[in-house]
């Protein structure tokens, strides 16, 4: 059987790598293969995570210097020709700072770092990397950030939702939308985006760190899989 | 022609700045009365080569909206002296 390779972008301070890289090795015929951030070629990948932690110590803003590394030009370029790239958390970050996705991740409303399990509404099960879940399912991933709130100028928000691009939302246990459910201050509570094309998913929750029931969830399985499956 | 640069970012009005508030209200807590509008923002000092005044200063806003500033939500301004030598 062919293999599948997922290029996993390593930035100086990216810390869940061994995470996503543990996460697309458990996908039946994924091959995960580490991309140093100084590195010009995607090596064939057909696939690119960029995972979460702290690249370059969130020095300025969260993503901001990561996004010229000299792998983001073939990042985007891949991106542009229809590759599938999803971010998550610092990743999701970057991905707004290089223009891949809209709007900005600004510092959560509470001031505090949040981490915790946290439970998300599928909002869209018709893309690339949620074609596992059902429209309206509730799963959840855990949450680890301090620069979560999303926001976006009003009109973007509004072609977001018209375009139907929000594909997780905070909500809380039993799927409520309930003021408390939100871990950030994010607007519309949203939680992941995906690019117009349908190829950029770009989150703050860890579908990484939800890969096994005994740790408490293993719903993320479906986004690498769906990640997986878009690049075979 | 060397220059100084002094570059000001602030969160764009209308943005929530909770490092604001909480300052404020942290200021309020040891005291001090009637403090409000608290924004944090980045001061960012450099120096730069330079022959022509107008050169440098579209540089240095090129500088502000490609990496210093985010322009979806902050605002900048910029001031250069320049150093004759």
């Known amino acids: ?232 | 022609m060397k220059a100084h640069v002094e570059v000001h970012i602030q969160l764009k009005p209308g943005m929530l700045d909770p490092q604001g508030e909480t300052l404020e209200h942290a200021l309020t807590a040891i005291g001090y009365e009637g403090v409000r509008s608290m924004r944090v923002g980045k001061w960012i000092t450099f120096e730069i080569e330079g022959d022509e005044p107008d050169a440098v200063e579209s540089q240095v806003e090129e500088m502000c909206d490609r990496l210093l500033a985010n322009p979806i939500i902050e605002r900048y301004e910029y001031h250069v002296t320049r150093e004759e030598r």
């Open chain 1, 1 to 232: 059987m062919t293999q599948v390779p997922i290029g996993i972008v390593r930035f100086p301070g990216t810390n869940c790598d061994q995470d996503v890289f543990d996460a697309v090795a458990s996908v039946e015929r994924a091959c995960p293969v580490w991309l140093w951030h100084k590195e010009t070629d995607l090596q064939g990948v057909k696939g690119v995570v960029l995972a979460g932690g702290f690249s370059y110590g969130d020095y300025l803003r969260a993503g901001a210097i990561a996004r010229f590394s000299p792998i983001m030009e073939e990042v985007a370029r891949f991106a542009t020709d229809g590759g599938p790239v999803l971010g998550i958390c610092n990743g999701f970050q970057i991905l707004t700072e290089a223009g891949l996705l809209p709007g900005a991740l600004m510092r959560n409303d509470r001031l505090t770092f949040v981490c915790r399990p946290q439970s998300l509404m599928v909002e869209t099960a018709d893309t690339l990397f949620t074609w596992q879940y059902e429209r309206g399912q509730v799963v959840s991933f855990p949450v680890a950030h301090a620069e979560g709130n999303f926001v976006a100028d009003p009109d973007v928000i509004d072609r977001l939702k018209d375009e139907r691009r929000v594909v997780f939302r905070y909500v809380d246990d039993r799927g409520d939308k309930r003021l408390n459910a939100n871990p950030n201050g994010s607007i519309n509570d949203i939680a992941g985006v995906i690019n117009e094309r349908g190829n950029v998913l770009g989150l703050m929750p860890h579908p990484d760190r939800a890969m096994d029931r005994m740790l408490g969830s293993a719903d993320g399985r479906g986004i690498f899989q769906g990640l997986v499956e878009a690049a075979a």
